[in-house]
């Protein structure tokens, strides 16, 4: 069972700056579901997973979420609000923490499909298949549900297994975000 931590009680690995991804979870209201994607090939492959992947270069936040939407699950998302930043720290591989920007959408022009990388499904709320995804995403999707936004650190070994973690709600998302990235 991971163990859960005060916040500020997991060390950064290696002091090493963070390596910005983005996470977006379509969230249908009428129907009661989301959509996520099962990861076909690198990082993650096999898991269930919202969409998303590196920030590029001179690139915003928001702009790698709506591009990384676009490639994997072929829409355009017409409103995207940012929901968490979630902190990954290896130690193994990838030497380097990442901070997961989280957003949310629930209306996209286009029509779903799938990409070389993901495999687009829609689930249940009550039926989100956690036995298949990232062992912190039980820690964070009821705040995600609940509409709050939040923040987090997870530790990792053996790339997947978890070892710690702290998750709280945050009344100031970029406040926190800022703060978990001030010595980069
Ligand atoms: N522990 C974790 N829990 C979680 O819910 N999502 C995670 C996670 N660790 C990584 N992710 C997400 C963040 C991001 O959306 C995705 C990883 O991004 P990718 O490796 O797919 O990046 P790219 O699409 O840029 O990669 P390439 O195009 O293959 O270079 O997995």
Redesign the pocket.
Known sequence: MPREVREGDIALARGAAHRA????VVRDYEGGRVLLGE?L????AG?Y??????VERGETVEAAAAR?LT??ANVEATNMTRRGA?R?VFDDKPLEP?L?H?FHCSRYDGEIAASD?MRPEWFDLDDVPFEN?????PY?WPLFLEEKEFVGT?T?TNTTTLVDYWIRETKDLMLDVEAMTANE
């Open positions: 991804f983005t996470l977006v990861k090939r690198g990082f993650g898991y997973n919202g969409f998303g992947g590196k990384e490639e994997e979630l990954f990442w997961v989280v990388e995804m990232w062992a912190d995403d964070w997870f990792f």
